[in-house]
């Protein structure tokens, strides 16, 4: 199958569905040991230091790895994929555009993703059969999912990598489908974890020091057991169609539709306090004023950058901000009496 890069998560039934291989753009940037070399490869090219890190590793990946297509989500993710298409363009790159719609309607995505198959060669029927047989691999990324919150068996970063991957299955659906079972098989004989972690929420894109956050947060006594935008990534509400699939995958749209998933799952996974990651130069950090004002839970905003491991700022942030909600829950198990916040 011919690879095709993805700059986020799209309909990829319809890729698959057409005989492309999907490959994640930014998975296969974060993982590589490379990572600093590939962002000056876009900055030797022109890019400028002010720009996010994900798109200049995208465009670093695309050189190195020999990337010949890619399809480029110009609405529903990132404002500057828009110039990122231009530029793999004047590359040589075969450039495939893709647009959510601006709220989440079925008939207005239908007919995108009609448009798109017709320009994949394939059909939104035959993409209704790949989607029944992607089916088991996302059954299993939700019990990974609810083994992290509902048992305690799984830790935060198992639960990021598991859900993250889900974009494109590693490019590999069978072998992913392997490490899932056997992640689940070994997990469901551990001891869970013990009560007293303070349990997080984290929102927002996926961080680039991932490796070093959630390690770092349970050595600290606190733990995820919320990946938000991760979750999404595996579809938690597949719904009848491809169309309502997809429309439930709440990233793309408004701001609001994110909240309301978030407020559900905050209050069903009795989280302690969130976790905001930002990443810098990026538009979507002005959504913090409004995740501030609509959740109800102490909130630490972090921002990345190029930044692959924690500093020690972050690190004197993360534990300030466990030892508040520590305080806080201490507090609230006394009785109601007057509590602060960071």
């Not at 700022?313 to 509590?339: N, S, Y």
């Amino acid at each position: 199958m011919k690879q095709i890069g993805i700059t986020t998560t799209v309909p990829i039934e319809l890729l698959i569905a057409a005989g492309y291989a999907p490959v994640d753009l930014n998975n296969l940037f974060v993982a590589s040991k490379d990572r600093e070399r590939l962002i000056s490869v876009a900055e030797s090219a022109g890019f400028p230091q002010n720009c996010c890190t994900w798109i200049k590793g995208i465009y670093g990946v695309c050189m190195e790895h020999g990337i010949g297509t890619v399809l480029c989500v110009t609405s529903g993710d990132c404002s500057n994929t828009i110039m990122l298409m231009e530029v793999l363009k004047l590359k040589g790159l075969e450039v495939l555009p893709f647009a959510f719609p601006e709220s989440p309607d079925v008939k207005l995505l239908n007919r995108a993703l009609d448009f798109l198959a017709i320009r994949l060669g394939t059909t939104v029927a035959r993409a209704e059969e790949v989607r029944e047989e992607l089916r088991y691999a996302r059954r299993l990324a939700h019990r990974v999912d609810s083994m992290t919150w509902r048992e305690g068996l799984v830790s935060g970063l198992e639960n990021h990598l598991a859900l993250v991957s889900t974009s494109d299955f590693d490019g590999d659906r069978s072998g992913y489908e392997r490490r899932l079972e056997a992640l689940l098989s070994e997990a469901s004989r551990r001891e869970p974890y013990p009560e007293h972690f303070i349990r997080l929420a984290y929102i927002g894109v996926p961080p680039v020091f991932g490796p070093d956050l959630y390690p770092y947060l349970e050595r600290n006594g606190a733990r995820v057991v919320f990946n938000e935008v991760q979750r999404q990534f595996a579809m938690p509400e597949p719904g009848p169609s491809l169309a309502d699939q997809y429309c439930s995958y709440t990233y793309p749209y408004s701001i609001f539709e994110r909240v309301k998933d978030i407020q559900a799952q905050l209050a069903e996974r009795r989280v302690d306090g969130v976790i905001h990651y930002v990443q810098a130069f990026c538009h979507r950090g002005i959504g913090d004023i409004i995740f501030r004002h609509a959740i109800p839970a102490p909130m630490l905003t972090l921002e990345g950058n190029a930044d692959f491991t924690l500093n020690g700022h972050v690190r004197t942030r993360i534990e300030a901000f466990i030892d508040m909600l520590r305080r806080k829950t201490r507090v609230a198990g006394a009785g109601p009496q007057v509590t602060t916040n960071l």
